[in-house]
């Protein structure tokens, strides 16, 4: 799979509220009302992931979740990618 060009993630992220472009992949921190909430969304995340077979670094701080996406085989940032990442707003 070929990584996207910087146009093609712009154009992808329009579409995408809340996620930025950082190097060579995508991120966006998720806010919660609590704990729970979180960790509850953090196991939605790792059931489509796995499902996608496509995993996100995942840093959870109490009641906010930053997540991560990567293409580390293709060196960047590629279309699986940005499909995760419309599955992981449906979750939120």
């Known amino acids: 799979m070929s990584t996207l060009s910087v146009t093609e993630i712009d154009t992808a992220l329009a579409d995408l509220d809340g996620w930025s472009h950082a190097g060579d992949a995508i991120v966006k921190e998720f806010g919660?009302?609590?704990f729970t909430?979180?960790?509850?969304?953090?196991?939605?995340?790792?059931?489509a992931a796995e499902a996608a077979n496509?995993?996100?670094t995942i840093l959870n701080v109490y009641n906010r979740v930053k997540?991560?996406?990567t293409s580390h085989d293709a060196g960047g940032v590629t279309s699986r990618d940005v499909?995760?990442?419309r599955a992981i707003d449906?979750?939120?």
Not at 37 to 47: G, L, N, S
Request: hydrophobic share 55%; proline share 4%.
């Open 54 to 56: 496509h995993h996100p």
């Open 37 to 47: 909430d979180a960790i509850t969304f953090i196991d939605r995340v790792a059931e």
């Open 67 to 69: 997540l991560t996406l």
């Open 32 to 34: 919660f009302d609590g």
């Open 90 to 92: 449906a979750l939120a």
């Open 83 to 85: 499909d995760l990442a």
